[in-house]
């Protein structure tokens, strides 16, 4: 019961902030009928690189970004070449306010340039709610997330090119929610319905946005019929890598020989052309698995990142992995991008700004610092380059101007980055 209420207070206020869901199919087609730039223009693109955004300023998740802040913060995503940008879930006001900001800023500037891949977020039954998970069942809610990304999609036709059905909905390490690959199936066959229906636009790309191991790049375990009919359900393959996670969980790749005869920084240096290594290793194991049962789409990734800050004694901190500074992200996000501009993929990479609400009680967890931007907006050491060239000038986060962080001192900021351990010293 109390899940169903909550359903209908959401559909309720959703359909308040966004106006009447019921468009007149005459109203849709007028729309659709538009010319636009496709989903299948921008991704793969190097000149529409792409971000993961929330926006969200506060501990408190329950206060959201205001249009003007969403603006100013898409004004600065702009001005760093970012042409697309990614959310995951249409229950808040965030997602709408964004569409709406995009929408205000090209009409104050018809050559402002933003697209949106619109997240639907779902859950299994129970998810969140103190009650025993079901996850062969799912929630009631997630009805509501699909009805509305499906509105907005309608009504921002020109900003939204891609809706992802789930965020790691499927992966066995989300515990508290992940539902079966049938219910992602059964949503995205539900869009790819619409648009056949021309209740969609034609051009609109759907997929499921979901770590390497769904997509079938991990364990047998999740080779099964339903994820293969996924994969000829979407129009494309969004994948998640996190070698930064996997300094802790897989550090075979990460950890320096004991002999190894290199310099502090030379070891740093090796262990981030590994981490990159390893990234490609999990996209290609989707990839192999793609081709094993005769499909051939585009994979591009929905997600990847390198957090700059860990709370003493965790898993990434100094007594940890020593994965978590800024020179590592910062080395990380170039290698990254160089790899997959030049192969022609598409990287939403996680994130934009800082978001403290991440891991609210723990302000040095890790979670809340993967932004490229801290929450004041300064820029890390992956954009130092970009402030020295000029291009924030005139634009602010918080009434803040884009400056650097550590003062721009690099020499500051490497007393804070450490190599990695050694064999003996992960074994301690």
Same mark, same amino acid.
Not at 74 to 88: D, L, P, S
Not at 180 to 197: C, F, M, T
Not at 360 to 375: A, D, I, Y
């Given at each position: 019961?109390?899940? *169903? ?38 991704? $793969? ?22 249009? #003007? ?11 760093? $070449? ?51 998970? #079901? !996850? ?78 769904? &997509? ?28 930064? !996670? ?41 990839? $192999? ?10 994979? !591009? ?11 003493? $004694? ?24 160089? &790899? ?28 809340? !610092? ?22 924030? *000038? ?17 020499? *500051? ?16």
């Amino acid at each position: 019961m109390k899940v *169903k209420l909550r359903s209908l207070i959401i559909l309720t206020i959703l359909i308040m902030a966004t106006g009447c869901v019921n468009n007149t199919k005459k109203e849709t087609e007028t729309v659709i009928e538009e010319k636009q730039i496709t989903a299948a223009e921008i991704l $793969g693109n190097p000149d529409y690189l792409a971000m993961s955004y929330g926006g969200y300023r506060d501990v408190d998740h329950g206060i959201e970004p205001a249009i #003007d802040e969403l603006k100013e913060d898409m004004r600065i995503m702009a001005a760093m $070449g970012v042409k697309i940008v990614r959310t995951y879930k249409v229950h808040l006001p965030q997602a709408t306010n964004l569409l709406k900001a995009i929408s205000e800023l090209k009409e104050e500037d018809p050559k402002f340039e933003m697209y949106v891949m619109l997240g639907a977020w779902i859950d299994c039954k129970n998810a969140w709610t103190g009650l025993e998970p #079901d !996850h062969d069942q799912e929630s009631e809610a997630n009805e509501g997330q699909i009805l509305v990304a499906a509105h907005l999609a309608r009504k921002y036709p020109d900003i939204v090119k891609v809706i992802a059905v789930g965020n790691e909905a499927m992966v066995h390490w989300a515990a508290t929610y992940f539902v079966q690959p049938s219910v992602i199936l059964k949503w995205v066959n539900h869009l790819q319905g619409l648009k056949e229906a021309g209740e969609l636009p034609k051009d609109l790309w759907i997929t499921s946005s979901d770590d390497f191991s769904s &997509w079938g790049g991990g364990g047998a375990e999740y080779h099964t019929e339903d994820l293969e009919k996924l994969y000829n359900a979407v129009d494309y393959i969004s994948m998640h890598t996190y070698p930064y !996670h996997n300094t802790h969980y897989n550090p075979e790749f990460w950890i320096v020989e004991d002999n190894e005869k290199l310099s502090d920084m030379e070891k740093i240096d090796a262990a981030m052309i590994r981490a990159q290594a390893f990234a490609k290793k999990q996209y290609d194991s989707v990839s $192999g698995y793609m081709k094993s049962i005769g499909v051939n789409k585009p994979i !591009h990734i929905g997600e990847t990142g390198w957090a700059t800050v860990s709370k003493p $004694g965790d898993f990434y901190s100094s007594t940890g992995s020593r994965a978590t500074d800024e020179y590592k992200s910062g080395m990380y996000y170039k290698f990254m991008r160089e &790899w997959t501009n030049e192969a022609g993929i598409s990287c939403f990479y996680f994130e934009g700004f800082n978001e403290p609400w991440k891991d609210s009680k723990n302000p040095m967890g890790s979670e809340n !610092h993967f932004g490229l931007f801290t929450k004041e907006g300064q820029a890390k050491y992956a954009l130092w380059n970009m402030v020295d060239s000029g291009i924030f *000038k005139g634009l602010t986060r918080g009434g803040n101007p884009i400056e650097k962080t550590y003062n721009g001192d690099e020499e *500051k900021l490497m007393n804070d980055v450490l190599p990695p351990p050694t064999l003996n010293e992960n074994a301690e």
